[in-house]
């Protein structure tokens, strides 16, 4: 039995406080713990210090605000992100996206929050300490080199949060709280293409709220994801996609692919195949087997999560059809 290190759990009932306590040495936030739990154990990770958001107040729940924006809490259980009407009519790639993370358990402890931040993931590293060591340790723990890249000077383990993409294309935005004030961070600008951290955020950092602006007339999205059980796993692929069709005409679009390197990956050009087709039609059919051979030429997943990458690159272009497909329809 994997047993978690001896460490502290702080539960402050304010930001202010969290903050205070995030300041201090070792100190991380724990939401749902669903991730941080399992990386304690795999002894991935070493706080002092877990600061609970639990008991913080004020950042749990779902509104609207005048604009039209959805404003989620951090702590927002995945499961209520799937299931609330208004997340559901305004944002519904986001919605399936939060409804297709693990288990109805999980979800019913994982927050949004901690789906936006979690910790890439690599076949190589989300095993336990003695696994880690026979092998030989790597770039992202306690190694200086790499089994999935060998020779590869860079940490290639995978984003696999399965919100990440669909926030994307959402164009969302996330509230941050630090000793310094609030700041509003653009999701396009938090991740790097570092799977060691791949976050903009210091650990330190607290995230009170998702925020999702109110979308363009005819909004539609969708997201559908690939895994080896479909009731329990992470994504060995995962597809967001938004198709604005004002009219039955489509107005833009976006396409945006996870599980694939450390950062999720945006399909270029599938708004100039997919722009000026009207819904129901042979010509945005045409259009849409394009874009997925767009994603197909553009995708390369790497022998990091589980799963023949070769077959998991044949399944991008089904995926990205699929779930342009459901968008549209
Ligand atoms: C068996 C299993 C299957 C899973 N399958 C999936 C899956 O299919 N798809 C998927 O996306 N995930 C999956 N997960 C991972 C995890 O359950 C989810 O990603 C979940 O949403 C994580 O949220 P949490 O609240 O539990 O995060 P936590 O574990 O509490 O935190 C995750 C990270 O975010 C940080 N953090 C959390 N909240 C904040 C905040 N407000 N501000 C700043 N930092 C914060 C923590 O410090 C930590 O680094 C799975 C986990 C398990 C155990
Ligand atoms: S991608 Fe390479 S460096 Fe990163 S976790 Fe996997 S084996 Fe380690």
Not at 56 to 73: N, Q, Y
């Amino acid at each position: 039995m994997l047993r978690l290190p001896q460490l502290q759990v702080a539960r402050p009932r304010t930001v202010e406080e969290a903050l205070a306590l995030l300041g201090g040495e070792g100190a991380l936030p724990f939401a749902g713990g669903t991730d941080l739990l399992p990386n304690l154990k795999h002894r991935l990770l070493a706080p002092q210090t877990l600061v609970s958001l639990a008991g913080v107040e004020g950042l749990s729940g779902v509104s609207v605000d005048p604009g039209g924006a959805l404003v989620i809490g951090a702590t927002t259980r995945l499961h209520e992100v799937a299931e609330h009407p208004e997340v559901r009519a305004r944002a519904p790639a986001l919605a399936m996206a939060a409804g297709l993370v693990a288990s109805p358990q999980i979800r019913r402890m994982g927050t949004l929050g901690g789906n936006v931040l979690l910790d890439t993931r690599c076949r190589y590293v989300n095993q336990s300490a003695f696994w880690r060591k026979s092998l030989g340790h790597c770039l992202k723990k306690d190694g200086a080199v790499c089994h999935v890249v060998p020779g590869g000077q860079k940490c290639v383990a995978a984003a696999s949060n399965d919100t990440a993409p669909a926030l994307l294309t959402l164009g969302a935005s996330l509230t941050v709280a630090t000793a310094a004030g609030t700041r509003e961070v653009p999701l396009e600008s938090l991740w790097k293409p570092d799977g060691v951290y791949n976050r903009r955020l210091a650990p330190n950092e607290l995230v009170t709220a998702i925020r999702v602006p109110a979308q363009a007339a005819g909004h539609r999205g969708a997201y559908l994801k690939l895994r080896p059980r479909e009731s329990f796993d992470f994504p060995l692929l995962g597809v967001a996609v938004r198709v604005d069709a004002a009219g039955g005409v489509v107005q833009s679009a976006d396409v945006v692919v996870v599980a694939l390197q450390a950062v999720p990956r945006r399909v270029t050009g599938a708004s100039d195949e997919l722009a000026g087709k009207a819904l129901g039609t042979q010509e945005l059919e045409a259009a849409i087997v394009a874009v997925g051979a767009r994603a197909h030429q553009q995708c390369r997943p790497l022998p990091n999560v589980p799963g023949d990458p070769d077959y998991r690159r044949e399944m991008v272009p089904v995926f990205v059809r699929r779930a342009l497909r459901a968008a549209a329809g």
